[in-house]
């Protein structure tokens, strides 16, 4: 059975310092993966779809990696900025028609 | 497009009453899916849909729960009777297959 673990569960940076969140999943065997921010009481916003074939996505100050063959991928944000705080979460699709199983998520606050 | 639309936005009931959600999904989108997301448990998947097909409804709790599709532009998640422990945000999200997941806002519930 597919999970999905995030590293960390919250993360306090300063304004300007780039930071990477991590995500791990046991069963490499997957069709894509998802990045998504969730702000307070609000749904999902997707941010970065990394295709099985693909290394890396690219969006702005987003860059997502994915490494399948150890079961892993990292967010990188630079620059961070108030703004950027919230909820990160990772999911992967083990197949097309399937669901999406998410990690818990990393909290970020980023402090002015 | 509106995005995912899920009504109502809270909804505050007294045990053993019966709650229905609804959602209308993104035209076009044929996968629908019904997440939970706790505290404690983050976001579980209980019903996802096809072509209006349900297809893997495994995270359903219990039989108090049921959901239903009859038509392509709409979907229902009722819950009878309702206990405090089905106390959640509620999310409906869509998409193409394999393609990045689109969510509504939620429904937050709380069942004194």
Request: with cysteine; charged share 15%.
């Amino acid at each position: 059975k597919q999970e999905v673990t995030q590293i960390p569960a919250a993360l306090s940076v300063p304004e300007g310092e780039n930071l990477v969140l991590n995500c791990s999943f046991t069963d490499s065997a997957i069709y894509n993966l998802q990045w998504f921010r969730q702000d307070p009481g609000k749904g999902l916003t997707s941010l970065l779809l990394i295709q099985s074939s693909q290394r890396e996505q690219t969006s702005g100050r987003l860059n997502a990696s994915l490494d399948k063959s150890s079961g892993r991928s990292t967010l990188y944000i630079a620059a961070s900025q108030p703004g950027d705080s919230a909820t990160y979460l990772c999911a992967v699709l083990t197949k097309a028609g399937t669901a999406l199983i998410f990690g818990k998520g990393t909290t970020l606050s980023v402090s002015s | 497009d509106a995005g995912v639309i899920q009504s109502p936005r809270h909804e505050v009931t007294e045990m053993g009453q019966e709650v229905t959600l609804r959602c209308k999904p993104i035209s076009g989108h044929n996968s629908l899916f019904w997440y939970r997301q706790t505290m404690m448990r983050g976001l579980e998947l209980l019903i996802y849909f096809n072509n209006n097909v349900p297809i893997d409804d495994s995270g359903m709790p219990e039989d108090r729960f049921s959901a239903k599709m009859p038509n392509a532009s709409f979907s229902t998640l009722k819950i009878q009777p309702s206990e405090p422990r089905d106390s959640a945000v509620y999310f409906c999200a869509s998409s193409h297959p394999g393609g990045a997941l689109h969510f509504g806002n939620g429904t937050r519930l709380t069942v004194t």
